[in-house]
Nanobody, 122 residues
């Protein structure tokens, strides 16, 4: 059983940056693909990015490519999301998720954090 706790969300102006963190406990962290998803009000949860468990391969949603960067530190049991050039449409609750599969589909992720709110003002 893996427990995930996100932090680092907040309010930022358009064009600004935030760094989200996700701390994991209770499992073998290196054995999980880690991902970030987000959910805006009234919308479905959507994939943002993952970093694979074996070779750290990454995959980004087109909407965040070139602006967001995911990183994983197996020594600290943590995954990070650096978000630059933020836009109002990035406003959402951001969730950290863990899976033994490498996937962009939320249904394949068994473990989820509680989410952290990111609000980008125009």
């Amino acid at each position: 059983q893996v427990q995930l706790v996100e932090s680092g969300g907040g309010l930022v102006q358009a064009g600004g940056s935030l760094r989200l963190s996700c701390a994991a406990s209770g499992g073998t962290f290196s054995g999980y693909t880690m991902a970030w998803f987000r959910q805006a009000p009234g919308k479905e949860r959507e994939f943002v990015v993952y970093i694979s468990r074996f070779d750290f391969t990454t995959s980004y949603a087109d909407s965040v490519k070139g602006r967001f960067t995911i990183s994983k530190d197996n020594t600290k049991n943590a995954v990070y999301l650096q978000m630059n050039s933020l836009k109002p449409e990035d406003t959402a609750v951001y969730f950290c998720a863990a899976s033994t599969r490498t996937s962009v589909r939320s249904i394949n992720y068994a473990y989820w954090g509680q989410g952290t709110q990111v609000t980008v003002s125009s």
